[in-house]
């Protein structure tokens, strides 16, 4: 199945030039979710891995269901002040806009293997910030992985620059 035309598409959302990749329609088809969960995942499946980041809010449904099937923990990095415990923190320049990330700081021991996942990455500079705040945990951060790829946007290849190993899977030309 096409997991492509599985995203529905949203011009000028959130703001006016934006073409906003809506994974919500993929997730709400149970063979397009599975679909991707299992392309996502496959990549690892010789791998250790010990946990799943995911980047709030989307790729806490797909970093779930990833962690699920590769038998690992999950790391939710979330928006500002949503932590209960202590965390670290981190701003980053969005597409639109700007942001922050936080993690607790006990997320993740040293050395632990930790797989990133969101649902798209356009410049990279959320996935960036959660690398940096993975780091700052300890975490070793082999890999990443995203549905969606903005090429255009180069983030993927500044994670790869970072000796991330990026997988996407699908890919969207211009914003
Ligand atoms: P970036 O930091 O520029 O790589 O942006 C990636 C983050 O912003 C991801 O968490 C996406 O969910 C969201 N995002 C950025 N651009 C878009 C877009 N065109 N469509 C949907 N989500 C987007």
Same mark, same amino acid.
């Given at each position: 199945? /096409?997991?492509?035309? !599985?995203?529905?598409? %949203?011009?000028? *959302?959130p %703001?006016?030039?934006i073409?906003?990749?809506?994974?919500?329609?993929?997730?709400?088809?149970a063979?397009?979710?599975?679909q991707? #969960?299992?392309a996502?995942?496959a990549?690892f499946? &010789?791998?250790?891995?010990d946990k #799943?980041?995911?980047?709030e809010?989307?790729?806490?449904?797909?970093g779930?269901?990833v962690?699920?099937?590769?038998?690992?923990?999950?790391?939710?990095l979330?928006?500002k002040?949503?932590l209960p415990?202590?965390? %670290? !923190? #981190?701003e *980053?320049a969005?597409? *639109?806009?700007?942001?922050?990330?936080e993690?607790?700081? /006990?997320?993740?021991?040293?050395?632990?293997? #930790?797989?990133l996942?969101?649902d798209?990455?356009a410049t990279?500079g959320?996935a960036?910030a959660a690398?940096?705040?993975?780091?700052?945990?300890?975490a070793?951060?082999?890999?990443? !992985?995203f549905?969606v790829?903005?090429p &255009?946007?180069?983030g993927?290849?500044?994670?790869?620059?970072?000796?991330?190993?990026?997988?996407?899977?699908?890919?969207?030309?211009?914003?």
């Open positions: 199945m /096409d997991l492509k035309a !599985a995203i529905r598409t %949203i011009p000028d *959302y %703001i006016a030039g073409m906003f990749r809506d994974i919500t329609t993929l997730l709400g088809d063979k397009a979710f599975r991707c #969960v299992d996502l995942v990549p499946a &010789d791998q250790k891995i #799943v980041a995911g980047i809010a989307r790729g806490f449904i797909l779930g269901a962690a699920h099937q590769l038998s690992a923990g999950f790391i939710p979330r928006k002040g949503k415990h202590k965390t %670290i !923190a #981190v *980053y969005l597409e *639109y806009g700007v942001d922050s990330l993690m607790h700081l /006990d997320g993740c021991g040293a050395g632990e293997r #930790v797989l996942i969101d798209l990455i990279g959320t960036v690398l940096q705040l993975l780091r700052q945990a300890g070793e951060v082999p890999a990443a !992985a549905v790829d903005l &255009d946007l180069g993927a290849d500044k994670l790869r620059a970072l000796n991330i190993d990026v997988s996407t899977l699908v890919s969207f030309g211009g914003h």
